[in-house]
């Protein structure tokens, strides 16, 4: 059973770059995967950042961008800002009718 | 703007069953699939189940097929998910989200609505 991995935890400093991704235990993520990344803080609902690889959702800045990163699905946070720390999941579709999520990135920005 | 509000949430015996409801607005549910995504205590999402804008397909994960069913009612702008033979490991915050464009991921999330399995 393929299973969708990201990084348990990330760190990133005040005005950094950081570039979570989302991959595959088995093949490649591609765009017919239509990646999407939701970022959760505790005890709120997710919030959809990017789907379809690489499409902002209505009022996300800029400085979060979505693409495909060799074989992974990759979110880029630039100029990390505190109130970017949060917990990212990343949903990949499977095959006809199927998503899976990752387990999930915990951003610490210090 | 877009706005779903789910509701029907409790705690149930295990083996029992329970409705949950979206109301949606903001948007033109009729073209719009529709999922229900769930979050255990403490642990990460998982995907539960989707429907098209015409409620005509339908798709579920491994873990609640047979026992789940989910559908809507584009008169009403409703969101609904059947829930059967529940277990405690169906304990979870259940979010309804609205598709982001022709069944691709889901796009807007609600709040939740919180499901407790338990004796």
């Known amino acids: 059973q393929t299973v969708v991995t990201q990084e348990p935890s990330f760190s990133v400093s005040p005005g950094g770059t950081v570039t979570l991704t989302c991959g595959l235990t088995s093949g490649a993520v591609s765009t017919s995967n239509y990646p999407s990344w939701h970022q959760q803080t505790p005890g709120q609902a997710p919030r959809t950042l990017i789907y379809s690889t690489n499409t902002r959702s209505s009022g996300v800045p800029d400085r979060f961008s979505g693409s495909i990163l060799g074989n992974k699905a990759a979110l880029t946070i630039t100029g990390a800002q505190a109130d970017d720390e949060s917990d990212y999941y990343c949903?990949?579709?499977?095959?006809?009718?199927?998503?899976?999520f990752g387990g999930g990135t915990k951003l610490t920005v210090l | 703007q877009v706005q779903l509000v789910e509701s029907g949430g409790g705690v149930v015996p295990p083996g029992k069953s329970l409705r949950l409801s979206c109301a949606a607005s903001g948007f033109t549910f009729s073209t719009y699939g529709m999922h229900w995504v769930r979050q255990a205590p403490g642990k990460g999402l998982e995907w539960v189940a989707v429907i098209s804008d015409d409620g005509n397909s339908k798709y579920y994960a491994d873990s609640v097929t047979g026992r789940f069913t989910i559908s809507r009612d584009n008169s009403k702008n409703a969101l609904y998910l059947q829930m059967n033979s529940l277990r405690p490991e169906d304990t979870a915050v259940y979010y309804c989200a609205k598709d982001s464009f022709q069944l691709s991921s889901p796009g807007y999330w609600g709040q939740g609505t919180l499901v407790t399995v338990s004796s």
């Open positions: 949903v990949l579709y499977m095959r006809l009718g199927i998503w899976v």
